[in-house]
């Protein structure tokens, strides 16, 4: 079935330093791949999404390339704040009817000031 | 602003009782969601829905039931609570995968 596997965490990070998150995928189908951020005490919200290959996503400063290729949606930022302390989530998304989402397991970073 | 709600925020039951769960939306989507999260292992679907009157298994339905009454409710149902389903369950509406999640509801089975 379809998987989704990215960086174990927690990532402990100094502010002004850099970010990957490391998210690959596995499945058939040729999906739409998103990253999902949740804060704490809230449910996950959508961070950018992809639908094509070879594109590129970016939000907030983060970015990440859909590379079909390598089955690879790595998540980086150049320069992490303090306010970036959270869980990033890296998904497929299902084309057919279900749209239905699955989910990586889950990297928290934390970054110090 | 378009939004889902969750209630309860927080629910303690006992083993062998029955749990309902509520979500609301005011996206006026037609997909629906339930989701739990548990450390290790992410999020996970349970139910989920395509608009009112339906509910379909995801890839975790053993021990829950859904029921999606009309386009803005849709509910996870413990019939028989279990230790086991201790964690945090989302409920989301979407389109095209864009989810729009709830705040979650903690649950403790005791």
């Known amino acids: 079935g379809d998987s989704v596997t990215q960086t174990e965490g927690p990532v402990t990070l100094s502010e002004g330093t850099s970010l990957t998150v490391n998210c690959s995928y596995e499945t058939k189908q040729y999906p739409t791949l998103f990253w999902y951020v949740q804060y704490p005490g809230e449910g996950p919200q959508l961070l950018f999404k992809?639908?094509?290959?070879?594109e590129k996503g970016s939000n907030r400063g983060f970015e990440a390339t859909y590379n079909k290729e390598a089955t690879s949606f790595h998540l980086q930022k150049a320069s992490v704040q303090e306010s970036d302390s959270a869980v990033y989530y890296c998904?497929?998304?299902?084309?057919?009817?279900?749209?239905?989402?699955?989910f990586g397991l889950g990297t928290t970073l934390q970054v110090q000031p | 602003e378009a939004a889902v709600t969750q209630s309860p925020r927080n629910k303690v039951a006992v083993t062998g009782g029955k749990v309902t769960l509520s979500c609301n939306q005011t996206n006026n989507h037609n997909n629906m969601y339930w989701y739990r999260q548990d450390t290790g292992h992410g999020l996970r679907l349970i139910h989920y829905?395509?608009?009112?009157?339906?509910?379909e298994k995801g890839d975790i339905p053993d021990g829950y039931k859904a029921s999606r009454p009309s386009q803005e409710n849709f509910s996870l149902i413990l019939e028989l609570a279990t230790p086991s389903q201790t964690s945090v369950y989302f409920c989301a509406s979407g389109v095209n995968s864009d989810y729009t999640f709830g705040s979650g509801t903690r649950l403790l089975v005791i």
């Open positions: 998904a497929l998304g299902d084309r057919g009817n279900t749209r239905k989402l699955i």
């Open positions: 829905s395509y608009g009112a009157g339906s509910t």
């Open positions: 992809v639908p094509k290959a070879n």
